[in-house]
């Protein structure tokens, strides 16, 4: 049987991809032919001639990626931070967009002893999962509510735990759903989300028009139809200090943080980029809330013509 070159194989692979619109036609040709072989793609060059059986399998995988079916179904699974994700038809597939802000919410829990983490609109539980593998002291809830995506969830936290990761907790339902978080008000250090927000009718790629559930993609008309309940969720459940991530549009860089900014119990808010320089989420702090003191109306003056001194008194608002 004859062999060829693996890397002729894979040139050739990159213009079919290139032709067909595919994003990143020469790293899916390489993350393609490293699935078939088994092996890292830093480790291709250790394989420079493959048999012509082999060529006909990769040249079939090639043709599905072609057809713009996403690189992640057809390879099973994702990287994401620490953790590795399986995907499929079904589940929204995580971008590496959203890795930025995991950075981020590492490092505001970086001097946080066994913090608790909520992950709202936790998909395939990339966020969750990723956190938890960085932190394996951290409690982290995932909540979901698509029956699809909470399968998808189920099996990779039971993957995580297997390899020897530490437990996260799966809840199913809508976040909105006070029943269903009620028990967490108020404890949680950190809370993240990364909600659909794609405003109705935007042209998205086929990757997305095809293969993603519309519902964990679009967010209604203006996007913000489930960030805006969201954010009194998240701000509910966060403790006195406590932060909070949420992704969204790269056209809601100004429109989300003053959602924000509005809440009397977020302060803090800050909007950041992604590696593309696009904005990607917003941050805030969760902070207490004190009226100010309030006189009470003044008590009729003693016989003696002295007055009473008022008593200030302070009442605590809540979120």
């Not at 405003?199 to 489930?226: C, H, K, M, W, Y």
């Amino acid at each position: 049987m004859s062999r060829q070159s693996l890397r002729s194989a894979i040139l050739a692979a990159t213009a079919t991809l290139d032709e067909a619109g595919v994003p990143s036609p020469g790293v899916d040709a390489e993350e393609l032919a490293a699935h078939l072989l088994g092996v890292s793609r830093t480790r291709l060059g250790m394989t420079p001639l493959v048999e012509s059986s082999w060529l006909e399998g990769y040249r079939s995988l090639v043709a599905r990626r072609a057809e713009r079916v996403p690189l992640q179904h057809i390879v099973g699974s994702v990287q994401f931070g620490r953790a590795h994700l399986v995907v499929g038809p079904g589940v929204f597939v995580p971008r590496p967009e959203t890795e930025s802000l995991v950075v981020w919410a590492l490092d505001v829990i970086a001097g946080v002893t066994a913090p608790l983490v909520v992950d709202l609109c936790a998909g395939s539980g990339a966020i969750a999962l990723a956190i938890s593998a960085a932190r394996p002291d951290a409690r982290v809830i995932a909540v979901e509510r698509s029956p699809s995506a909470l399968a998808f969830a189920r099996r990779n936290i039971v993957q995580h735990i297997d390899s020897g990761g530490t437990r996260v907790e799966l809840r199913g339902g809508d976040v909105t759903d006070q029943r269903l978080l009620a028990d967490l008000d108020g404890t949680a250090d950190l809370v993240l989300a990364n909600p659909p927000y794609v405003p109705d009718g935007t042209p998205v790629e086929p990757e997305v028009a095809n293969f993603d559930p519309p519902e964990a993609v679009f967010g209604g008309p203006d996007g913000l139809t489930v960030i805006k309940p969201l954010i009194s969720v998240a701000a509910g459940l966060l403790k006195v200090g406590g932060a909070l991530a949420i992704e969204h549009d790269d056209t809601q860089g100004e429109t989300v943080p003053d959602l924000l900014r509005a809440r009397r119990v977020l302060t803090d808010v800050v909007d950041h980029q992604d590696l593309a320089g696009r904005p990607r989420f917003v941050t805030a702090t969760r902070v207490r809330m004190v009226a100010a003191d309030i006189e009470p109306p003044a008590a009729a003056a003693p016989p003696d013509g002295t007055r009473r001194k008022g008593l200030s008194r302070r009442g605590k608002l809540r979120s």
